[in-house]
């Protein structure tokens, strides 16, 4: 079945830092990506999507790319705030039905 | 209403009684989703409808809990005989399950506590 596979953490960076936050797929046909984000106290909600490949989703100064050759979407950014911190699900949607596979999640935890 | 709306946002229950939980999802949302989210752990898949079929019941973890919705709308999942690993919590989702192309929105969940 659909899997999804992301770097566990927590990561903790500093202000200002590159973040790559890693998230890798299996999927039959072709899926539909996404990256969720709950900030502390609140629920999940939708960061960006990339619904086929080469499509790039960006948010907040958030991107990722659908890479198929790879069955990744890794979560970049190049200069974190402390605003930030948050845990991060990667997630997809397979093309056959609609039900959303979910990663473990990712706890990223930005210092000032 | 604007947004998914779960009730009650918290609930406290001794062990060994049954529970009920409720999703209001969006108006005209036809997919529903719902997850547990223990602490540390990520997003547990439990049930998805589909108006109010269940083509996906794999994810509910015992025969104790059920799922139902009606008229398209609102959902109630129920726990009986409640355990303690049970405490998690529960998120509800909806989307207009227009397939790969349908972004979900997530209720605030219920914290339930089982004592």
């Known amino acids: 079945g659909n899997s999804v596979t992301q770097m566990e953490g927590p990561v903790t960076l500093s202000e200002e830092a590159f973040l790559t936050i890693n998230c890798t797929y299996t999927a039959t046909g072709y899926p539909s990506l996404f990256w969720y984000v709950q900030y502390p106290g609140e629920g999940l909600q939708l960061l960006l999507k990339?619904?086929?490949?080469?499509d790039k989703g960006s948010n907040k100064g958030f991107e990722a790319t659908y890479r198929k050759e790879t069955t990744s979407f890794h979560l970049e950014k190049g200069s974190v705030q402390v605003s930030d911190s948050a845990v991060y699900f990667c997630?997809?949607?397979?093309?056959?039905?609609?039900?959303?596979?979910f990663g473990k999640g990712t706890r990223l935890h930005i210092l000032p | 209403g604007a947004g998914v709306s779960q009730s009650p946002s918290n609930k406290v229950t001794e062990k060994g009684k049954d529970v009920e939980l409720r999703c209001d999802p969006i108006s005209g949302h036809t997919a529903l989703y719902w997850y547990r989210q223990s602490l540390g752990q990520g997003l547990e898949f439990l049930i998805y409808f589909q108006g109010n079929s269940a083509p996906d019941k794999s994810g509910l973890p015992s025969d104790r809990f059920s799922a139902e919705r009606t008229g398209g709308s609102v959902s109630t999942l129920t726990i009986q005989r409640t355990q303690q690993e049970d405490s998690a919590v529960y998120l509800c989702a909806s989307s207009s399950g227009q397939g790969s192309f349908a972004e979900a929105f997530f209720g605030q969940g219920t914290r339930l506590t089982v004592v």
């Open positions: 997630a997809l949607i397979g093309n056959r039905d609609d039900k959303i596979i």
């Open positions: 990339a619904t086929k490949a080469d």
